[in-house]
Nanobody
Framework: QVQLVESGGGLVQAGGSLRLSCAASGRTLSTYTVGWFRQAPGKERVFVASIRRYSAIPRYADSVKGRFTISRDDAKNTVYLEMNSLKPEDTAVYYC????????????????WGQGTQVTVSS
């Protein structure tokens, strides 16, 4: 059992930056691939970024590549999402998620979800 708590969301102007954190408890995150999804009002939940277990290889959605950076600090049992050059279309609830084993982090493979944190980008 893994509990995930996101923080760092808020209101920011276009072009600004936010740093989201996903803090885990219950078990260490070191054996999990961890990442982020987001869901805008009336839209489906979509993949944003992930960071592979052990190797820490990152993967990004094309919509955020070059603007967002995912990282992990296993000593702190925390994963971060640094979001730069934010756009109004980045406005969404951002969810931390994990998958175990060798699976890619896609919605169908998510083992645990966080509660979400709101990110609002004003134009």
């Amino acid at each position: 059992q893994v509990q995930l708590v996101e923080s760092g969301g808020g209101l920011v102007q276009a072009g600004g930056s936010l740093r989201l954190s996903c803090a885990a408890s219950g078990r260490t995150l070191s054996t999990y691939t961890v990442g982020w999804f987001r869901q805008a009002p009336g839209k489906e939940r979509v993949f944003v970024a992930s960071i592979r277990r052990y190797s820490a290889i990152p993967r990004y959605a094309d919509s955020v590549k070059g603007r967002f950076t995912i990282s992990r600090d296993d000593a702190k049992n925390t994963v971060y999402l640094e979001m730069n050059s934010l756009k109004p279309e980045d406005t969404a609830v951002y969810y931390c998620a994990t998958t175990a084993g060798f699976a890619l982090l896609v919605i169908s493979n998510v083992d645990y979800w966080g509660q979400g944190t709101q990110v609002t980008v004003s134009s």
